[in-house]
């Protein structure tokens, strides 16, 4: 059918390699999920080994291509390692999405060098480490997409932002960054900016009713954000169809940024 062309043609991932960071959980799981069903040869890279098996079991069983890694990415080493150990199994990557993060957050006057050390390590260099090691790969070849995870901390302060929200800022600061070094050369690398969902990272909020309903009410859509929401932006952020779509924060949260 012509439609079925059409939309391959934009959104299709057959025979593309994408390496997704965080993504036996949460959004970076439906992320992983989307991806692969989109057609993509999909490598997830996080630290539980459990939580991986299930998560590649599962896409196995729909027929999808996926494989794991197990790693630890608050060290330079373990990132360098997991690059190339993710990078083995289907090749070099096309994709990288940058979902990997770690939700450390005391209120600054309680701030420790440790706490700051780590989370800036997960959610900033990493992300960083991972697209020198692939970004320049996916220029040669003329195809690239990179994708990050952020925060609305990075945007505004609110329920105690500390130094997750300055990471978040960071990150995207590098994807704006990245886009300047390799769009030209046919990589895109663009930021998901999700507003409250309802997963693992989100454990504490999560646990307070009130103010799970409060932040639900301060959405224009009228509820919390899940992780199936983020599937099709990225898709699209993935695919052939965005290749003018470069250095953007591009939010999905219900409209809680602009209410």
């Known amino acids: 059918m012509m439609s079925q062309t059409y939309l391959s043609q934009l959104f299709s991932l057959d025979g593309r390699v994408a390496v997704v960071t965080g993504g036996s959980s949460g959004i970076g799981r439906a992320i992983a999920g989307a991806l692969a069903r ?25 027929g999808c291509r996926a494989a794991w890694v197990s790693a630890d990415l608050s060290t330079r080493d373990a990132v360098r390692a997991a690059a190339e150990e993710a990078a083995a199994v289907y090749g070099e990557p096309d994709i990288l999405v940058n979902s990997a993060g770690i939700n450390l957050r005391p209120p600054m006057d ?56 300055v990471s978040k800022g960071g990150l995207e600061s590098l994807a704006r960054s990245q886009a300047e070094a390799w769009s030209s050369r046919g990589v895109t690398s663009n930021t998901l900016v999700p507003g409250f969902v309802m997963t693992p990272l ?30 099709a932006a990225a898709v699209f952020l993935a695919g052939p169809g965005s290749a003018y779509v470069t250095g953007q924060s591009i939010f999905v949260d219900g409209g809680l940024s602009v209410h």
């Open 38 to 62: 989109a057609g993509a040869s999909v490598v997830i890279v996080a630290r539980r080994e459990p939580e991986l098996a299930a998560t590649v079991e599962e896409l196995t069983g729909d």
């Open 202 to 231: 989100n454990a504490r909020l999560s646990a307070d009713p009130r103010k799970v309903a409060e932040l639900a009410a301060r959405t224009m859509v009228g509820r919390n954000g899940l992780a199936e929401d983020f599937a």
């Open 110 to 165: 309680e701030m420790t060098d440790d706490v700051w050390d780590l989370t800036m390590a997960v959610n900033l260099e990493a992300p960083h480490l991972l697209g020198r090691r692939f970004g320049p790969g996916m220029a040669e070849r003329g195809y690239g997409r990179i994708i990050h995870v952020s925060s609305q901390q990075a945007h505004r302060a609110f329920v105690q932002s500390g130094v997750y929200g």
